[in-house]
């Protein structure tokens, strides 16, 4: 059984930076970040593998977020640069013990998910 546990997120204007962070208590293959805006589905927002560190972004994000991770710590991170309106929604860090890939269905394990709001 693994564990997530997250952090980071908040209030912020349009423009403005945040971190989250997402521990992990166990091994997995890779870790993803999905959010869930009001009245919408969750959607796949970035992954990352903990062997070789490479990763993957929706379009929409690409050059705005980075996600990161410290196999020391077993931690991953995401950082959400010139954030916008739309940004705005629950985040969820995911563990995946086999896969790397946007596939929701793909994660057996998931964090208690964070808010992140945006103000225009």
């Known amino acids: 059984q693994v564990q997530l546990v997250e952090s980071g997120g908040g209030l912020v204007q349009a423009g403005g930076s945040l971190s989250l962070s997402c521990a992990a208590s166990g091994s997995t293959y890779s870790m993803g970040w999905f959010r869930q805006a009001p009245g919408k589905e969750r959607e796949f927002v970035a992954a990352i593998t903990w062997n070789s560190g490479g990763t993957a972004y929706r379009d929409s994000v690409k050059g705005r977020f980075t996600i990161s991770r410290d196999n020391a710590k077993n931690t991953v991170y995401m950082q959400m640069n010139s954030l916008k309106p739309e940004d705005t929604a629950v985040y969820y860090c995911?563990?995946?013990?086999?896969?790397?890939?946007?596939?929701?269905?793909?994660?057996?394990?998931w964090g208690q998910g964070t808010q992140v709001t945006v103000s225009s």
């Open positions: 995911a563990a995946s013990q086999y896969s790397f890939t946007a596939r929701l269905g793909e994660y057996a394990y």
